[in-house]
């Protein structure tokens, strides 16, 4: 018999940023994630050598369902572009080893994403119906990380397990 590792918590998903406070602002106004930690991690510690020799910072964000979203920035070192973004190919995205994207499941498409296109994401495909009860729209966050947009006409049909009652307030 095969052991499982049990997950005892939401998932939590890790990217790495260089603009810190935009990621945060993108995050928190457009998919309602709420500031947990902001934690400096300094460069002489042990912990610090797992990610950036030089250190780093690491916000904790969390989804309205419990997800948290890990944005680790390294410390700036000089000569180092802080505000670029990754130049990415918009198309055939799963192609290429190692991407990965989120997905957010909502309820308006269209309006999650104007919304998104206005605090800073890039339209790599607009919204599209792949079945008839699923379309979705893919973006770039404002650092060039994958987003898919998803919308059920139906997302009990979907996602019998959600209570959907903790639907979080517009900001």
Same mark, same amino acid.
Request: net charge negative.
């Given at each position: 018999?095969?052991?499982?590792?049990?997950?005892?918590?939401?998932?939590?998903?890790?990217?790495?940023?260089?603009?810190?406070?935009?990621?945060?602002?993108?995050?928190?106004?457009?998919?309602?994630? /709420?500031?947990?930690?902001? =934690?400096?991690?300094? #460069?002489? +510690?042990?912990?610090? !050598?797992?990610?950036? @020799?030089?250190?780093?910072?690491?916000?904790?964000?969390?989804?309205?369902?419990?997800?948290?979203?890990?944005?680790?920035?390294?410390?700036?070192?000089?000569?180092?572009?802080?505000?670029?973004?990754?130049? /990415?190919?918009?198309?055939? =995205?799963?192609?290429? #080893?190692? +991407?990965?994207?989120? !997905?957010?499941?909502? @309820?308006?498409?269209?309006?999650?994403?104007?919304?998104?296109?206005?605090?800073?994401?890039?339209?790599?495909?607009?919204?599209?119906?792949?079945?008839?009860?699923?379309?979705?729209?893919?973006?770039?966050?404002?650092?060039?990380?994958?987003?898919?947009?998803?919308?059920?006409?139906?997302?009990?049909?979907?996602?019998? @397990?959600?209570?959907?009652?903790?639907?979080?307030?517009?900001?």
């Amino acid at each position: 018999m095969h052991a499982i590792t049990p997950i005892i918590a939401p998932l939590e998903i890790g990217l790495s940023c260089r603009n810190m406070d935009a990621m945060v602002a993108f995050y928190s106004t457009v998919f309602s994630f /709420r500031l947990i930690s902001d =934690i400096p991690v300094l #460069a002489s +510690t042990v912990a610090a !050598t797992i990610f950036s @020799d030089t250190g780093y910072r690491v916000v904790r964000l969390q989804a309205p369902f419990g997800e948290r979203l890990k944005l680790l920035a390294a410390n700036e070192v000089s000569g180092e572009a802080t505000g670029k973004t990754q130049q /990415r190919a918009s198309g055939n =995205i799963i192609k290429a #080893a190692n +991407t990965s994207f989120i !997905t957010f499941i909502v @309820d308006d498409i269209a309006t999650a994403l104007q919304r998104a296109l206005a605090h800073g994401a890039t339209l790599a495909h607009d919204a599209a119906k792949i079945r008839p009860d699923l379309s979705i729209a893919l973006l770039l966050d404002p650092e060039g990380n994958y987003l898919e947009l998803a919308q059920y006409n139906d997302i009990s049909q979907y996602r019998p @397990d959600v209570q959907l009652n903790a639907k979080p307030e517009p900001s």
